[in-house]
């Protein structure tokens, strides 16, 4: 069996190219793919830890279960608010959205 | 009726009530209302009377509980009660019927009647009353009708200032009558009249106690009866209507303090000290009033200074020991007072004017005010066998019993000037040639609703006298009296002394004024400064105002400027400190908090302008804020070691 | 039913919130009816009151936090009863009078019933807890009150007001945490606290701190300068319930905490408070008489006349502290009537200032009259309920004080003096053009000010009406203070 390290090595690097993705792509749809990566770097890392620490208890599969629920419903709320931005903007270009300025 | 005397009291505050509510729908037909409500108090009186020579009455009734002490509602009719309320009843009835004609087509007619009636009903309140307690309570009632009827012209301001100057000068009195009655009080346990005399008369008190209670008794008497040196409300009160001065301001209310003095006389007796005051102060100011009087020029003036140096008499005869003389001369004072005033009054009505310059010759234009006027004159000069000769007698026959000579001497040169300054009255008024001829072609006789009462008073002034003379074998002394009555010896000496004075007085009026002996002119410039000091009354006034009114004035200014910047000023001051400490405190001063607030808000604006420029609004410049702050906090986790 | 006292004005301060913002009138008619509510609830008590039982009536007592000892205790006895009967007069007599307020009327009609639910809670608590509550209650709705519907300076007032106030309760909450740690007994009842004896140190600094917080109330010189900013910025109304009932909070917590709590600390600090009280009677009269805002003068006279108050309660006999209960009841009548009054004036003539006024008897006579009435009850005129409080107080105090109550007895001549002063200056004179054809007294205005012209009369004629509800509670208070 592969030991713990190779997966939390994968893990990592799945987490920092989501974090790239997400912090210096424009595209909103990219970000939002690169949070995906991120969540599921998560879900790497704790089906990873759930199965090489606790083998007997599924606790860390049902977390990551959860995360992958939320992270649909991240998806579609997140894809709504693109679709609007895009309509309002006339492009999914993240840069261009400035309404938080103080 | 004499069991229930107190509803002779109550019947005008009923009259009162309904003119009050109706005066719009009963218009001057309120008269009526007033005159019908003083007409069956007057019967009533009479009844009470007539039971009273039988004998005395006393009922009290529980009125309040106040913590352990009771306060007692009760009525008496004693004789000098019955006396009371016969020359109250009688003078406000004729007053009554006398305005009916004089106030016609007054503005505020209705308000004038509900004034008289109130009036009324809180003086028979008073001399009905048997406790303290409730002689205050009808004394500041009359205090308050005086105000009301002295400023009744209150778009006046010599009317309203006079109102206001009345009732602060009497309240100063009546603030002694309020500390006497507590004082009192806290020695007896009793605010009756008689449980105190007696308690007195036992023993039980400290002598000086009852000596100073007896003088803060007194004081309320001063004040409300215009003795010096609370004297000068008086004079000024004639700003309000002539028949309202005569009842109030002449016949009865201010005689209630020498009614005070003698209904607490079981207190005065108890200590000559205080009774020594008393008739000091009233001779001097029976003197003092009566040397003014003499060179006043309004007719409503010279009697108000008579009034106050009449009540001054009073106040002698009850100083020197003789109760009955005080209330003798109260009581023809009240006739033959409140019959030259509403004489005064009709003269007013035919001439428009108060000013005796502007009169003269009158006497053939208004002859029945003419001949009631002289009779009242005549009582008042003390000419026998008017009543006012019998009961001055009285007086003078106390004054030169007492141990004072001194008493005796100031009373017999009262009675000289009161002579002379009443003859000069009549002869300026009703003798001579007319002055104004534009006014005296206009005077006419005034209507019978206003002769009618002076010739009833006329009678009442004339013959008044009669009971307290010889003739009728001292029947006054002998009804109204203070314990067994120990009046003295008559005197043909004093008889004598005090008719010559007045013949003296009235001879030498004659003189000035009739004949000219004398240039009226020439006596003045070569007696000016003494003229001057009279004509300004003694610059009394001048000198109240000077000291007491601005006084007061200056310190309530005082006390409002420290209030407004010392106090405050400090107030803001503590918050200004307290800012500095914290912020809440440093609310409190306007500028202070207006700094502080700006200052804060200039600082969070001055860090809000440097943190805006973190905000770009750029999504992804957050998303690495965050993150980098997560690194941070986790390369912290691990150098701490937590 | 002292509870429906309380909850019935909270219920009808929500239900005025139901009602939509626009209906002015809607939310003025619930105002008034859920204000008359508890005044006929007292009209009933009153007739239940048994005037010859000692101690509490009405109890009602249900555990709160029982771990603390924190009750739910509701009574009340002689000393508050009269409060109470005031406060639901007064408060809803504001409300009848407020009907004129013109903007954001839902959330004025919705303080004032809340007001209202205060001031009843501070005189019917019976538990430190409950009373504390109430008290810091009073302050939230009177804050806005002053500072939205108030005149121009109003922000000021109601900052100083609120920060007085509030500083004053602070130190009081510690007074009260004191008694309840130092008497151990785990209870915030008020009657068992009172029953408990205190060292005389402890008392002594106990009181001080409680002092404080009723002193500001009251208000004693000289913490008394927030009281002529928030009368003369509140609104009319306001100033009728502040002058009517919240500065009778203060001296009903010296008569129901410190006083029965604190009986040697009272006796000890005697003679100070009665110079307090001294200087309040002389000090208000002078200062209202150099006043030219005619609402300031107001404002003036209540101070001097609490002093009155204060001089009883330090006597301490039952004639005294009679005299300084009844005086709290008689001036709530006054001077909330003379509030009202001047409001009246100056929703006429748009200005308080003495010197531009004048000739109101001639222009407004109605309101002329009911003002001189309301002057002269208020500068203690015999037959009227006045006169009854300062004569019991003078006579009370006179045994322990002479040199005071004479000093005292001149700020009667001083209050007569301003008074009178103003009268002339406001009412007499010749009538002046711009006044002339003023609306005189509405029916709706005069049916705020003629319950108080009532009940000064009555109360003057027949003190006995309330005496006989107060004495059992006073001769009580005064045989643990013991007298002097």
């Known amino acids: 069996m592969i030991p713990l390290f190779y997966v939390l090595v994968v893990s990592t690097l799945l987490f920092a190219l989501g974090v790239y993705g997400a912090l210096l792509s424009t595209n909103a749809i990219r970000i939002l793919m690169s949070i995906e990566m991120i969540l599921n770097a998560v879900n790497l890392n704790l089906v990873g830890f759930g199965r090489y620490i606790t083998p007997s208890d599924p606790r860390g599969q049902i977390f990551a279960i959860f995360v992958m629920t939320v992270a649909a419903a991240e998806a579609a709320v997140g894809l709504a608010i693109i679709l609007v931005i895009a309509r309002r903007y006339g492009a999914a270009a993240i840069d261009r959205v400035r309404m938080l300025k103080g | 009726m004499i069991e229930q005397a107190w509803i002779i009291a109550i019947i005008p505050i009923v009259a009162w009530l309904i003119i009050f509510l109706f005066a719009k729908a009963l218009k001057e037909k309120v008269a009526y209302v007033g005159i019908l409500a003083m007409g069956i108090s007057l019967l009533l009186s009479v009844l009470t009377f007539s039971e009273a020579l039988g004998g005395t009455v006393e009922k009290s009734f ?66 009905l009353a048997n406790n303290f307690f409730w002689l205050v309570l009808s004394w500041e009632i009359m205090g308050l009708s005086s105000y009301l009827l002295i400023s009744h012209w209150y778009e006046k301001p010599e009317a309203a200032a006079a109102g206001m100057k009345a009732f602060i000068t009497t309240r100063i009195g009546d603030i002694g009558l309020l500390l006497g009655t507590i004082m009192l009080f806290v020695y007896t346990h009793s605010f009756e009249f008689n449980v105190i005399a007696e308690k007195i008369h036992a023993g039980e008190i400290n002598q000086g106690i009852v000596t100073v209670a007896a003088l803060l008794v007194f004081a309320g008497g001063v004040g409300k009866s215009a003795q010096f040196p609370l004297h000068v409300w008086l004079p000024d009160a004639m700003a309000g209507p002539t028949p309202g001065s005569a009842l109030i301001h002449a016949a009865t209310m201010v005689a209630a303090g020498v009614y005070l003095v003698a209904r607490a006389y079981g ?270 009354k003694y610059y009394v006034d001048e000198f109240y105002m000077a000291i007491f009114v601005r006084g007061t004035v200056l310190l309530a200014e005082i006390v409002g400027f420290f209030d407004r910047y010392i106090i405050d000023g400090l107030v803001n001051l503590v918050g200004w400190l307290g800012m500095q400490l914290s912020f809440l405190s440093g609310l409190f001063d306007k500028y202070v908090i207006d700094g502080m607030v700006n200052g804060v808000a200039a600082i969070t604006m001055a860090l809000g302008n440097s943190a805006r420029r973190l905000q770009t609004g750029f999504v992804q410049s957050y998303a690495i804020t965050l993150f980098a702050g997560v690194v941070i906090g986790l390369i912290l986790i691990q150098l701490i070691g937590g | 039913m002292l509870s429906s006292l309380i909850f019935i004005p909270l219920l009808g301060s929500l239900a005025i919130l139901l009602v939509p913002r626009e209906q002015d009138r809607t939310v003025k008619w619930v105002g008034t009816i859920f204000g008359l509510i508890p005044l006929l609830i007292v009209a009933y008590l009153w007739g239940q009151y048994s005037y010859s039982a000692q101690g509490m009536q009405f109890v009602e007592h249900y555990d709160w936090i029982p771990s603390l000892g924190i009750s739910y205790y509701l009574g009340t006895d002689g000393l508050s009863f009269p409060m109470v009967i005031l406060t639901a007069l007064i408060s809803f007599l504001a409300i009848l009078a407020s009907w004129n307020i013109k903007n954001r009327v839902k959330d004025y009609f919705f303080l004032m019933l809340l007001l209202e639910t205060g001031m009843m809670g501070v005189f019917v608590a019976l538990d430190y807890v409950l009373f504390y509550v109430f008290w810091e209650l009073v302050l939230v709705p009177m804050y806005f009150l002053i500072g939205i519907w108030g005149g121009p300076r109003r922000e000021y007032a109601a900052i100083k007001f609120f920060l007085y106030t509030l500083i004053g309760s602070v130190i009081m909450l510690v007074g009260i945490l004191a008694l309840y740690f130092n008497a151990g007994l785990n209870t915030f009842d008020m009657l068992a606290l009172a029953k408990h004896k205190f060292a005389p140190a402890f008392q002594f600094w106990v009181f001080l701190a409680l002092f404080f917080g009723f002193a500001v109330k009251v208000p004693v010189f000289p913490f008394h300068t927030w009281l002529p900013d928030a009368h003369v910025e509140a609104p009319t109304a306001v100033s009728a319930i502040l002058a009517g009932v919240l500065l009778k909070m203060g001296t009903y917590g010296f008569l129901r905490v410190s006083h029965p709590t604190l009986p040697e600390a009272a006796k000890a600090l005697a003679v100070p408070i009665a110079i307090l009280g001294l200087i309040n009677i002389i000090y208000g009269a002078l200062a209202a008489m150099a006043q030219k805002d005619l609402k300031k003068l107001v404002a003036y006279s209540s101070i001097s006349h609490m002093g009155f108050t204060l001089l009883g309660l330090a006597a301490m006999t039952p004639v005294a502290i009679q005299g300084a209960a009844f005086q709290m009841f008689s001036h709530g009548l006054i ?142 208070l005064v045989a643990k203070v013991g007298g002097m």
């Open chain 2, 267 to 536: 207190i005065f007796v108890a200590t000559p000290y205080a009774l020594f005051w008393v008739a000091l102060i009233g001779g001097f100011t029976a003197l003092f009033a009566a040397t003014i009087a003499t060179v006043m020029t309004d007719i409503k003036k010279v009697l108000a200074y008579s009034t106050v140096s009449q009540l001054g008499y009073m106040m002698l005869g009850l100083g020197a020991g003789s109760y009955t003389a005080g209330i003798f001369h109260l009581m023809t004072h009240a006739f033959f007072k409140s019959l030259l005033f509403l004489g005064s009054g009709s003269v007013i009505h035919a001439v428009h004017s108060q000013e005796m310059h502007e009169m003269g010759g009158l006497r053939k234009k208004l002859p029945i005010t003419y001949w009631t006027f002289l009779i009242g004159t005549a009582a008042l000069a003390g000419i026998p066998p008017f009543s006012g000769f019998w009961s001055k007698d009285e007086i003078l026959l106390a004054a030169y019993r007492s141990p004072y000579p001194v008493l005796f001497w100031m009373g017999v040169a009262t009675a000289g000037l009161t002579a002379y300054y009443m003859t000069r009255a009549v002869i300026l008024t009703f003798f001579g040639q007319p002055r104004d001829h534009h006014k005296y072609e206009h005077a006419h006789e005034s209507p019978p609703v206003m002769t009618v009462p002076l010739v009833i008073l006329a009678t009442l002034a004339a013959v008044s006298g009669l009971p307290g003379s010889p003739f009728l074998h001292n029947a006054f002394g002998e009804f109204v009296k203070f314990g067994h009555g120990h009046e003295a010896e008559p005197s043909s000496f004093v008889m004598i002394i005090a008719i010559s004075a007045a013949l003296l007085g009235v001879l030498a009026g004659v003189a000035i004024y009739g004949y000219k002996v004398i240039s009226r002119e020439k006596a003045i410039r070569s007696w000016r400064p003494l003229y001057l000091v009279l004509k300004n």
């Open chain 3, 335 to 476: 001077s909330a009537m003379l509030f009202l009054l001047v409001g009246m004036i100056y929703d006429r003539a748009h200005t308080r200032e003495i010197a531009k006024l004048g000739g109101l008897f001639n222009t407004i006579p109605t309101i002329a009259v009911i003002l001189a009435f309301a002057s002269f009850a208020s500068l203690g005129l015999p037959g009227l309920s006045g006169f009854v409080a300062e004569f019991l107080v003078f006579l009370g105090s006179f045994g322990a004080y002479r040199t005071f109550v004479i000093i005292a007895t001149s700020g009667v001549v001083f209050t007569a003096g301003y008074y009178l002063w103003m009268i002339q200056r406001v009412l007499m004179g010749e009538a002046k053009k711009e006044y002339l054809g003023l609306p005189d007294i509405t029916a709706r205005e005069l049916g705020t000010v003629v319950p108080l012209m009532i009940f000064t009369t009555l109360l003057g004629l027949f003190p006995s009406l309330l005496m006989d509800i107060m004495n059992p509670a006073i001769l009580g």
């Open chain 2, 62 to 127: 529980p009125w309040a509980v106040v913590g352990d002490i009771k306060i007692p509602v009760g009525f008496q009719v004693d004789p000098l009660t019955a006396v009371m309320l016969l020359v109250i009843t009688i003078v406000s009835l004729m007053v009554q019927i006398y305005s009916v004609g004089y106030m016609h087509g007054d503005v505020r007619y209705a308000k004038y009647y509900a004034i008289v009636s109130l009036f009324s009903a809180a003086m028979l309140g008073l001399v």
